[in-house]
């Protein structure tokens, strides 16, 4: 089975999970989580396809709907073109911010009573959320290029990387949606994350390869949260 039909099934089994069960968002102002999975590259060579990847993450709620997090990721994209490859195992991290539907639909001031009040869909539909932010990748490429490739690439005013373990920075942004678990007055204490992340790194060096287009990379994960 694919990646992607693996992440399909767990996103439409969780999603699923979360309806029977939500209720608004966190009963305490700090949470963690945790989860996996897949990142791609957009890069100058072709990508091979989603590969797995893990992260954790803390979150403290400036309100019920708004919060400001730290956010740290291992993964892995690669690339092929013929002969030539590249594979990077990298890592990053984030500090970003977060803002929910709720904010805007008079949920914040009014939280515990629309806590008990709501009905499912719209307390899952209060925690839509989009987020942006800025951090670091730390870049372990390895790349395999042909004397042509590297020939034609100088030709068209591109080179060859020569520091394959770059740190460089990185702006991600955000969407997805928190679908809490449980109900009481304060809210719950856990939820299932689920979130698209698409990540414009400041350089073009995510491939070893360097051309003058920045490269791009994106992730696709499901994940657990827990207010502490």
Do not use: C
Not at 158 to 182: A, F, H, K, M
């Amino acid at each position: 089975m694919s990646i992607k039909r693996v992440f399909f099934s767990a996103f439409t089994g969780l999603f699923f999970l979360g309806i029977g069960t939500a209720s608004a968002q966190f009963s305490r102002p700090i949470s963690i989580g945790a989860g996996g999975g897949a990142s791609m590259g957009v890069m100058d060579l072709p990508s091979e396809g989603p590969k797995f990847l893990f992260y954790g993450e803390v979150d403290f709620q400036i309100t019920p709907f708004i919060s400001i997090g730290a956010h740290g990721e291992k993964g892995r994209f690669s690339g092929v073109a013929d002969a030539n490859s590249f594979e990077n195992n990298y890592y990053a991290g984030n500090f970003n911010l977060k803002v929910r539907l709720g904010q805007f639909l008079g949920k914040a001031s009014n939280f515990a009573l629309s806590s008990l009040q709501g009905s499912t869909l719209s307390t899952i539909f209060d925690n839509i959320y989009i987020g942006a932010g800025g951090g670091l990748i730390k870049n372990r490429t390895r790349r395999y290029v042909k004397g042509t490739y590297a020939e034609k690439l100088k030709s068209n005013g591109g080179e060859l990387s020569r520091n394959l373990g770059e740190i460089g920075l990185i702006i991600p942004l955000n969407v997805g949606v928190d679908i809490p678990l449980g109900t009481s007055f304060y809210g719950p204490r856990w939820a299932v994350n689920l979130n698209y992340q698409h990540t414009f790194p400041l350089s073009d060096n995510l491939d070893g390869i360097l051309i003058g287009e920045n490269d791009q990379y994106r992730v696709i994960s499901v994940g657990i949260k827990y207010a502490l």
